[in-house]
């Protein structure tokens, strides 16, 4: 799964540095950087706000709440209980669930992240690693996105989930959660790929072409164990929060 990740503001504007908007960067970092934080550690469960890049607006990054709330939801109360079970969506079946069914066909997206962290289970204790590119860069990872309107407020709320996909072989030794009935992983996205994700389906074919994007990332990545995440001893959004820590009780994995 994919419920915490580190995002801070420079990797969140990687795709819009890449496609040399500078404007746009020039406005993220001016006029909207108050409503932006600078997250070293955050969990999807706390809806954060994030920047992300549409299918409508693939050059145009915008800011959602994670927690996906489909646009036939028909009250607050509804809302925030459906979207603690939308923060992922299983990239196998994103096509025929009906929170995601509308947004995988038409309102798919991309969020940057710096990395992001899974627990690991043993001898009946958790330990949470951070998990990154070999080069350090920002990831570009899959994701689902819809407009909500809280017919009480007015108020319309962009929000979005994670794609998720059965884990590759280095993410499958991490993330061994004993409820699971396998070990799963962001989507990852190659540049290539996350331009033909959010690319428009105009053809019958197109959404097999987005389904054959739906498999385990062949990127190397690396990890390393941190301190907990969660509970009265939890780091929280510290830029201590992703830095090595070793367990006396625990044999490294990598």
Not at 19 to 36: D, F, G
Not at 143 to 148: R, Y
Not at 186 to 203: E, G
Not at 235 to 240: L, T, W
Request: charged fraction near 25%; hydrophobic fraction near 35%; proline fraction near 5%.
């Amino acid at each position: 799964m994919c419920y915490d990740i580190q995002a801070k503001l420079e990797a969140q504007l990687k795709r819009a540095r890449r496609l040399n908007q500078a404007e746009v960067i020039r406005e993220l970092e001016t006029e909207l950087e108050p409503y932006i934080t600078n997250w070293h550690h955050v969990s999807g469960f706390t809806h954060p706000n994030l920047i992300i890049y549409t299918n409508e607006t693939p050059d145009l990054p915008t800011i959602a709440s994670w927690g996906l709330i489909p646009d036939w939801v028909k009250n607050e109360n509804q809302a925030n209980d459906l979207r603690r079970k939308t923060i992922n969506a299983r990239g196998e079946s994103i096509f025929e669930k009906p929170s995601f069914r509308k947004s995988a066909q038409y309102h798919r997206c991309l969020i940057c992240i710096d990395g992001f962290y899974e627990h690991h289970h043993k001898h009946g204790k958790t330990f949470p690693f951070f998990i990154q590119f070999e080069n350090g860069e920002p990831i570009t990872i899959a994701g689902l996105w819809s407009n909500w309107t809280n017919m009480q407020t007015g108020e319309i709320l962009k929000t979005f989930s994670i794609v998720t996909v059965k884990a590759n072989s280095f993410m499958a030794e991490i993330h061994n959660t004993p409820k699971l009935n396998e070990p799963r992983m962001p989507l990852i996205l190659s540049d290539k790929n996350a331009d033909n994700w959010i690319s428009a389906l105009s053809k019958s074919n197109d959404m097999d072409r987005i389904k054959s994007l739906i498999k385990p990332s062949k990127i190397n990545l690396v990890a390393h164990t941190v301190r907990l995440l969660r509970g009265k001893h939890s780091i929280g959004n510290s830029p201590k929060a992703s830095e090595i820590f070793h367990y006396k009780d625990f044999n490294k994995l990598f």
